[in-house]
Structure formats: structure tokens, C-alpha cells
């Protein structure tokens, strides 16, 4: 086959935190041969060229393709704009370069042409896509962390890992029962049939999306790895019932978070800013309040509220009340949190020395 282009540079750029890749390439089309439709010829190299420039993202990716000429910088860049790859096609992109062609009166298509493309990952869950990575991949961990729950079924893994975490939060007796993959398809089978969602194919943020109106009550999210700031999706929904979902790139699969800290492991996962610390009563957060460590913060009343038992002051009723609550797990914030009443330092250990910065513990 005739080479339809010459590419003159290439440039790859990864955005880890984004989990995106931009790749740049400056390319030349080589003209057509006599008796070759010129058209033809360019609608064949520029398939060609797109084909080549994604030869290494998946068909979930959402893309941004930009083609510029090199010569004429002033002209408009033609630009398929958030687009999946499997939604690209030769109409669609012969269309884009015959709308924008017309306005740049400059535009050579046998000139330099720089082609940008950035595609993100998009979380897509299905099954049977195995591809092991350095370390112990996901899938090893769901089985062996006692604090994930692995999700067997091959098929319909979202709806299998939303349904076991809603059983773990609402301490469903069925819990255990689902875990091990007993009356549960039922159960998803009506939740398929009652939302109308389809997920034989995939499971990505529109499924997720359309998953999360249907269950108002809770707040669904997403984590892409073991990381507390590695979310790829959190459900916009005002809700203290939380079900974490981990999401495993190299299987396509998903699974669930029984316990976060233990999967992170760490001792606290901020619920307003999704950072790890090693107490919340240390931890520094604009959305969380400093005095009873509520979400979010408590409003000041005016006058400050004393606790005569750790010595600190508080914004209102509410949160001096707040500050007082503990549970079988956890102790109180007045437990944890006071004021030495001899040099006035706050004291979050137990083990405190007055005027004394530094100590072996």
C-alpha cells in the first residue's frame, strides 16, 4: 500500500493526574498520483492519519483531535470536540474538514499539517479483558484485602458491586449471601429491568450516572486504585450513605470497598476532601468544622459554648452536642480533643508534657 503521509515530528505527553495522554504530530499528505481522485485521496490519507495517531487508545476513550496548518497559523484549528473513538467515522470527520475548510480561505491540505490528540480514559466494566500489571493488580487485591469485597459475577459487575453495597450499609441479612454470589442475580436482574439500563457491553460514567438518580438515597463513588484522591466519579446527591465502588483498569471489573481506610490503609479518609490523615482530630479541612469535626462546618452563634471536661469552646448548641457523641468504634471528639488546662497547648495524645514541643513517644 502507497504511503499517504510523512510525519515530520512526534511529541506524547502523559497527565497522570487526569489520566489523560496528549500526543502531537506534524505530518505532510503526500500528494495523489495522476489518475487519482484528489478527494478521494484526501479522505483516505486523513483516515489513514487518524487511524495511525490512535492506533493505542481504546474504543471507551473520550478524544479531543485538533488539525492545524503549520503555514497558516491564523487560521481555525478543524476540531472534533469529546467524541469516544468508537464514535469516529469517515463522514463525520470528511464533514468537520469540509465546513471548517470553507472559512479558511488559506487551507492546504498538502501542506504541514500538526495534528493534536488527547484522549482520557474512561472507566468501562465488563469482562474478559485481563491484562496484568507490575505488582499485585486489583483482582489480587479484591480477593485478598479482607476491607474489598470481590465481585465474581463476570457479567453485569456494577450492578452486582452497587447491589452487595447497599446490603453492606443497610446491613441487609442477604449480605453475606450476595458476597458469595447466592440470591443476588435476582435482585440485579430487577434492578436492570426497573432503571432500564443495559450493561452487557460496558459500564462507564453515563451508567453510573443514570445508576445514581435511580438511588437518590445514596452517594455513590468511584475509586480508580487504591488512592483516597483517585476518584473517577462521585454521584451529586446530598447523602451520608456512601457506597465506594473500586474500579480495576486492567480487568475491566468491578468491585467493593467494605471498609475505606482499611483499603486505603490509613486510620481516616476526610468524606469532604477525600484526603487520608492519621486522626480527624488533627486533620485541617475548610469543609469540615474545627471545633466537633462535623460535615459540614457548624454556623457560629455568637456566643461561644465552654466544655468544662476537655476546656475548649464551641460555635453552638449543635456542635458543643456534636462533640459529645461517640459510638462503639469510635470515642467522642471531647475524648480525643483537648485543651491542657495548665499551659492551654491542645492536646490530641495522651502521653502530653506542658511546654515541651518535642518528646520521644
Not at 479531543?64 to 503555514?71: F, H
Not at 457479567?155 to 446490603?167: K, Q, R, S, Y
Amino acid at each position: 500500500m502507497a504511503r499517504r503521509f510523512e510525519i515530520l515530528d512526534a511529541n506524547t505527553r502523559q497527565y497522570r493526574r487526569y489520566i489523560a495522554v496528549g500526543r502531537q504530530l506534524t505530518v505532510r499528505l503526500l500528494p495523489p498520483s495522476d489518475n487519482t481522485n484528489p478527494v478521494a485521496h484526501f479522505l483516505a490519507s486523513v483516515n489513514y492519519l487518524i487511524e495511525h495517531a490512535l492506533r493505542d487508545i481504546e474504543d471507551s476513550d473520550k478524544l479531543v483531535i485538533t488539525i492545524q496548518n503549520q503555514v497558516n497559523q491564523n487560521d481555525k484549528p478543524i476540531g472534533i470536540i469529546s467524541r469516544r473513538k468508537d464514535q469516529l467515522s469517515a463522514d463525520l470527520i470528511w464533514s468537520v474538514f469540509e465546513k471548517v475548510s470553507q472559512s479558511n480561505s488559506g487551507f492546504n491540505a498538502l501542506d504541514t499539517l500538526v495534528v493534536n490528540v488527547h484522549s482520557v480514559r474512561m472507566p468501562v466494566g465488563f469482562f474478559k479483558h485481563a491484562t496484568m500489571s507490575r505488582g499485585r493488580p486489583l483482582s489480587v487485591m479484591a480477593h485478598l484485602k479482607r476491607s474489598l469485597v470481590e465481585v465474581k459475577a463476570e457479567e453485569n459487575c456494577l450492578a452486582h458491586a452497587l447491589v452487595i453495597a447497599i446490603a453492606k450499609v443497610d446491613k441487609n441479612p442477604n449480605y453475606k449471601a450476595y458476597i458469595q454470589g447466592r440470591k443476588i442475580r435476582r435482585v440485579v436482574e430487577t434492578l436492570l429491568a426497573t432503571t432500564g439500563i443495559d450493561l452487557s457491553n460496558r459500564a462507564g460514567i453515563p451508567e453510573l450516572v443514570r445508576l445514581q438518580e435511580h438511588f437518590r438515597e445514596y452517594k455513590i463513588f468511584v475509586y480508580r486504585g487504591l488512592s483516597c484522591d483517585n476518584i473517577i466519579f462521585e454521584g451529586q446527591v446530598d447523602s451520608t450513605k456512601r457506597l465506594n465502588i473500586l474500579y480495576d483498569d486492567m480487568k475491566k471489573h468491578y468491585h467493593v470497598i467494605a471498609n475505606l481506610t482499611g483499603a486505603m490503609v490509613t486510620r481516616y479518609v476526610c468524606k469532604m476532601c477525600h484526603k487520608s490523615c492519621t486522626s480527624n482530630v488533627t486533620h485541617a479541612c475548610d469543609q469540615t468544622c474545627s471545633d466537633c469535626m462535623a460535615c459540614p462546618p457548624c454556623a457560629f452563634s455568637g456566643v461561644r459554648i465552654p466544655c468544662c471536661e476537655c476546656n475548649r469552646h464551641f460555635r453552638s448548641h449543635k456542635c458543643f452536642a456534636n462533640h459529645k457523641q461517640s459510638t462503639k468504634q469510635k470515642s467522642s471528639v471531647c475524648e480525643r480533643k483537648r485543651c491542657c488546662a495548665t499551659c492551654g497547648w491542645l492536646v490530641t495524645r495522651e502521653n502530653h508534657e506542658c511546654n515541651r514541643l518535642f518528646y520521644d513517644n
